[in-house]
């Protein structure tokens, strides 16, 4: 059995972008350690959702345990790091945020975890952050150099199939759907550049009821909630990973396979 670290950067991410391969892991008896960078401290919340003092991390916090126990997830660890917000922001440069850490400093803590798991395997992010989020590329810089300080010997670039998704809000928006990405917004990478394509579609409702663990940033009226079951299967049924050194073309199907 391996043990499968997975590095995301704030609340909400594990289950949106590797939610699947986690509880795969964790149904075939593989060790599911998840780290989360912030403690989403910029997220918004709709008026009244928090209790009267209640800090936002603090609810997202629990909703991280939450859907942890959903995916399977053993062990759950937090870095420290402040939400840096979307980029540009003032928040980008604020003492303590994950954007203005230090890359090395990051990349030991998260090190002295996977060396503590003696972690098989490690999820990042691909060099755009998804989205273009600081955060979000910071994990990917983060998690690389972790990699390499721990000695994790294989290391895969959470993704989005960029042609997937716009054919697939193209066939909606012609539906009359009118929810999901601007059309112009830049999300992931083109097919050509991915090298991992992994069938989650027997844990979608893992991936969904995660989601909704997450109720402070993902509402029932969310892109990701209100979608009718089939556009749900097809945006979340497969997870896509770029793996240096593999392709081109798509070379694994299953990221415990062991090679």
């Known amino acids: 059995m391996a043990t499968l670290v997975t590095f995301h950067a704030h609340p909400d991410d594990e289950c949106i972008n590797t939610g699947g391969v986690m509880r795969k892991a964790a149904d075939e008896g593989h060790r599911v350690v998840l780290v989360v960078a912030t403690r989403g401290e910029h997220g918004e919340v709709s008026d009244g959702f928090l209790d009267d003092g209640e800090e936002l991390w603090r609810r997202r916090v629990a909703e991280t345990h939450a859907a942890a126990e959903i995916l399977g997830v053993s062990r759950v660890e937090f870095l420290g790091y402040t939400d840096s917000g979307m980029m540009g922001e003032p928040t980008n440069d604020v003492p303590g945020s994950f954007w203005s850490a230090p890359v090395e400093e990051a990349a030991e803590r998260l090190a002295a975890i996977l060396a503590e798991e003696s972690a098989d395997i490690l999820t990042v992010y691909d060099d755009f952050g998804g989205y273009g989020h600081p955060d979000h590329i910071q994990v990917h ?52 550049l991915i090298t991992a394509q992994v069938d989650v579609s027997a844990y979608l409702k893992h991936k969904r009821a995660a989601m909704r663990a997450h109720a402070s940033q993902i509402s029932e009226d969310s892109f990701f909630l209100a979608m009718p079951d089939e556009a749900f299967a097809f945006a979340f049924g497969t997870e896509w990973f770029i793996r240096d050194g593999e392709g081109p073309g798509i070379t694994e199907t299953d990221l415990l396979a062991g090679r």
Request: net charge neutral; glycine share 12%; no cysteine.
């Open 141 to 192: 810089r983060v998690g690389n150099r972790a990699a390499e300080l721990a000695g994790t010997p294989r290391v895969y670039q959470a993704t989005v199939n960029s042609d997937h998704l716009r054919e697939g809000m193209a066939a909606l928006r012609e539906q009359g759907a009118d929810f999901g990405p601007p059309e112009d917004m830049k999300i992931g990478k083109p097919a050509a």
